[in-house]
């Protein structure tokens, strides 16, 4: 009799070994997440492609290879023959020497990645200022549309400034996380001590005011801006405790006393530069040259001027929102924006500088709108929800999103090795390409160069060694009153324009012809004068006796052409 062996028992599915995930589920993330991440990257790849205009910040480059060269910082201007003499204070040099090694070991377009990541890192600080004073996303970044909507046609503004708009940026962050004004640090305090020292200063108020005054003295002037902001909080604060408690309270507040000390403390450290307190002296009298007053940037506001409409649509915004929310509206607000507004008013420049705060003092008002619309409608509480859906495929889509951004911008072609951007597309349209290549090719003998001042400054940088230009945009704070109003009188076809260009031994004129067509006019009537080159941008004439073995007339060529040709000059 034979006996048959059972068959082993199957194990039941349920008791088969199960994976688990190893990484933790906060790195999940949520589709709210991955939506954040590709309006990040858009910006990114915004400022990226954004093209280097031709005005002042090529002035800038040169003063940073001239540092970087001569390793000290210059007591005249080395570009200027005319301004010889006249002392130069570099409220600018550290700016000035980053985008010169950018420029130096990167080329041009690094001056233009070097701004790109400047500019994100300065919106991404001015985020997580307006999260800290709302706890809202949506509120933060409503705050940064703010923000464009006032310098909308000012964003692709290249030079040292930047470095100062990213010190603003950290300062209000700063200022941000303090307990006064962080709505987060109120609701979502980090534990139980941090709930029993809530009202003392953070740290990074303390180390993190003075540390940053000192890098931003050496990298632009606008270091006062910033002092202007801790003064006015003290002032605010100071107010605020005068009209809830008292004359008598009033040193008895620690905020009080706190940004009082604050304020101090930057105004100090800001003398640690190598001028001294002469770097104080020459920003705060730097508005009152006269020669400021004939550019652009320097006029007082005019309703009717892009700056003058956007402004009034900010006071729009401004009265509905102070009118219907019941949010608080702090004394340092209204200060800030009555002091920045005014600062506008006499010079259209400073909109750099109130955009911030104005969006600043609004979110918390956004915010309430945010939560008011939340409560009223459904539909958007739905969408909320769908926002919050999270997945580690939303984590991998992220990733991808922020290479795209990347592999996308010019930013990653050291990296991927592809071929630079063209000229046409690194540089802004108006760029004198095509005639700084023919005064390569054919260098003056002799004699200066009379340019528009705001080409000035490229055709130094890419143009011959040799070329003596008479004004350029770093130089019309620098020049005597005289020269400036006699470049204008050359500039501008004033009356005694050819005795100028004769006293000041001018050989050569470069023309913008878009906006200098009178000059054309009037050198054409000239005998003494020939046309050497001309494209859609430039012109140039030049005397007969210095340009006598140069053609009459280069031949056109077309703009894409030439701006090829002159992408690798210098």
């Not at 709505?183 to 305090?189: A, E, G, K």
């Not at 009298?285 to 004939?294: A, V, W």
């Amino acid at each position: 009799m034979s006996t048959t062996t059972a068959p082993s028992p199957v194990p039941h599915l349920d008791a088969a070994p199960v994976l688990s995930p190893v990484i933790s589920d906060q790195y999940a993330a949520t589709a709210r997440t991955w939506l954040l991440t590709f309006v990040w990257g858009l910006l990114f790849m915004y400022f990226s492609y954004t093209p280097l205009f031709f005005s002042d910040i090529w002035g800038h480059v040169n003063y940073g290879l001239w540092m970087l060269d001569h390793r000290a910082l210059p007591l005249e201007d080395p570009f200027t023959p005319l301004a010889e003499g006249v002392p130069v204070v570099c409220t600018a040099w550290g700016g000035q020497v980053l985008f010169a090694l950018a420029a130096r070991y990167g080329g041009d377009g690094w001056v233009s990645n070097l701004f790109a990541i400047t500019s994100l890192l300065t919106m991404a600080f001015l985020v997580r200022a307006f999260y800290h004073r709302t706890a809202s996303l949506l509120a933060a970044h409503a705050g940064l549309l703010l923000v464009a909507l006032l310098i909308v046609g000012r964003h692709a503004i290249v030079r040292p400034e930047i470095f100062g708009g990213l010190s603003f940026a950290i300062l209000l962050w700063l200022v941000s996380r303090s307990e006064p004004y962080s709505v987060l640090r109120r609701i979502r305090p980090a534990s139980a001590s941090d709930q029993s020292n809530e009202s003392k200063t953070p740290w990074s108020l303390w180390l993190g005011v003075p540390a940053l005054f000192v890098v931003w003295a050496n990298l632009h002037g606008s270091w006062v801006v910033g002092i202007a902001l801790l003064g006015a909080c003290f002032v605010g604060r100071a107010a605020e405790v005068v009209w809830n408690r008292g004359w008598a309270d009033l040193w008895q507040d620690r905020w009080t006393l706190r940004w009082l000390l604050l304020t101090e403390l930057a105004a100090a450290a800001v003398l640690i530069n190598p001028y001294g307190i002469e770097l104080y002296l020459n920003v705060l009298t730097f508005g009152s040259n006269p020669n400021l007053r004939d550019i652009l940037e320097w006029y007082q506001l005019k309703l009717l001027d892009l700056e003058g409409l956007t402004l009034m649509v900010a006071v729009v915004i401004t009265l509905a929102l102070w009118r219907h929310s019941p949010r608080p509206i702090h004394p340092t607000e209204v200060l800030l924006l009555a002091v920045f507004t005014w600062s506008v008013a006499g010079s259209i420049r400073m909109v750099n500088w109130l955009a911030p705060l104005y969006a600043w003092a609004m979110v918390p008002h956004l915010a309430w709108l945010v939560d008011r619309l939340w409560a009223r409608s459904s539909e958007l509480r739905d969408w909320n929800e769908l926002l919050e859906f999270r997945s580690f495929r939303l984590t991998a889509a992220c990733l991808l999103t922020v290479w795209v951004a990347f592999a996308f911008s010019p930013a990653s072609d050291f990296l991927l090795a592809a071929r630079p951007r063209p000229a046409d597309k690194l540089y802004s349209k108006g760029t004198p390409l095509g005639a700084i290549a023919f005064l390569n090719e054919h260098v003056p003998a002799s004699g200066m160069t009379l340019t528009p001042q705001w080409w000035g400054d490229f055709a130094i940088y890419k143009g011959p060694p040799a070329l003596r230009v008479v004004m350029n945009t770093n130089a019309v704070h620098v020049a005597p009153r005289k020269v400036w109003q006699d470049y204008l009188t050359m500039a501008n076809l004033r009356t005694g324009w050819e005795r100028t260009l004769d006293r000041y031994a001018v050989s050569t004129v470069v023309i913008h012809k878009e906006k200098q067509s009178y000059l054309i006019s009037g050198l054409k009537r000239q005998a003494a004068w020939k046309r050497l080159y001309e494209d859609d941008t430039s012109l140039i004439y030049g005397r007969k006796p210095v340009w006598a073995d140069t053609p009459a007339a280069k031949p056109y060529r077309s703009p894409r052409k030439t701006q090829r040709e002159v992408a690798d000059v210098r």
